[in-house]
C-alpha cells in the first residue's frame, strides 16, 4: 500500500515565524512530489512541485525532498495570516500512471 | 485562460435521485481526474482519464457511480441512485500527461447534499 502520511495538526505559529510542514511517504520508487494548499470551501490550489532531492525556492516557500529518507517538507518563510489554510502533500508514485496520492493534509494557523 | 470548470457548484438531491456533475478541462490537458473529498476520508481519487480513456477506476465505490469523457473537453460524474452517504464535495483536476511535471490543477469543485 502507497500512503503519504501528514500530521492532521493544526500547527500554529507566530506572524512572521517560519513554518514548517512535513510529508512522509511509504514507497522509495517515487517521482514527484506536490504541494498544494487548500482554503476552507475552496479547491486545492498547487504552490510547488519538486523532483530531485534537495531544495527548491520559490518566494517565501521552500520545498525540501529527501528521497533516501522518504520525506518532503514545506517551508513558509515570513508567515502571514494569509497563509492559514490546510497544506496537502501529493506523491506520484512510479507505476502508479499519472494519479497523484494525497495526504490528510496539515492545517496551519498563523496567529497575530 | 480559463481554468477547470464545473457544474453545477451546489447540488441539494433526495436520496434515490440521479446526480450528473460536469466537468470541462483545461484546453490543452489530457489527462482528467475526478476525486472526492469528506471530513472522514480525506481527498479520494474516483477515476482518472488519459486521452479520452478510462486508466484507473479503481476508486469509483460502487456500481451506483460512473463516469464518461465523450470528448476531450467534457467529463461527466454520475451517482445513480443517490444515497446520503455520497453527500462531499467532488472536484475535477486536468494536467498535460506526458510531461515531467504533470501537474494537476483543481475545479472549484460541485458540493453535493443527499438528504
Known amino acids: 500500500q502507497k500512503e503519504v502520511e501528514q500530521n492532521s495538526g493544526p500547527l500554529s505559529v507566530p506572524e512572521g515565524a517560519i513554518a514548517s510542514l512535513n510529508c512522509t511517504y511509504s514507497?522509495?520508487?517515487?517521482?514527484?512530489f506536490f504541494w498544494y494548499r487548500q482554503y476552507s470551501g475552496k479547491s486545492p490550489e498547487l504552490i510547488m512541485s519538486i523532483y530531485s532531492n534537495g531544495d527548491k525556492e520559490d518566494g517565501r516557500f521552500t520545498a525540501q525532498l529527501n528521497k533516501a529518507s522518504q520525506y518532503v517538507s514545506l517551508l513558509i518563510r515570513d508567515s502571514q495570516p494569509s497563509d492559514s489554510a490546510t497544506y496537502l502533500c501529493a506523491v506520484k508514485f512510479t507505476g502508479g500512471g499519472n494519479k497523484l496520492t494525497f495526504g490528510t493534509g496539515t492545517q496551519l494557523k498563523v496567529e497575530l | 485562460d480559463a481554468g477547470v470548470i464545473q457544474s453545477p457548484r451546489h447540488e441539494v438531491t433526495e436520496m434515490g435521485q440521479e446526480v450528473t456533475l460536469r466537468c470541462k478541462p483545461i484546453s490543452g490537458h489530457n489527462s482528467l481526474f475526478w476525486y472526492r473529498q469528506t471530513m472522514m476520508r480525506g481527498l479520494e481519487l474516483l477515476i482518472y482519464?488519459?486521452?479520452?480513456?478510462?486508466?484507473?477506476d479503481s476508486g469509483m465505490p460502487e456500481d451506483r457511480f460512473s463516469a464518461k469523457m465523450p470528448n476531450a473537453s467534457f467529463s461527466t460524474l454520475k451517482i445513480q441512485p443517490s444515497e446520503p452517504r455520497d453527500s462531499a464535495v467532488y472536484f475535477c483536476a486536468s494536467s498535460r500527461s506526458g510531461t515531467d511535471d504533470n501537474e494537476q490543477f483543481f475545479g472549484p469543485g460541485t458540493r453535493l447534499t443527499v438528504l
Open positions: 482519464f488519459n486521452n479520452n480513456v478510462p486508466i484507473d
Open positions: 514507497d522509495r520508487v517515487s517521482q514527484s
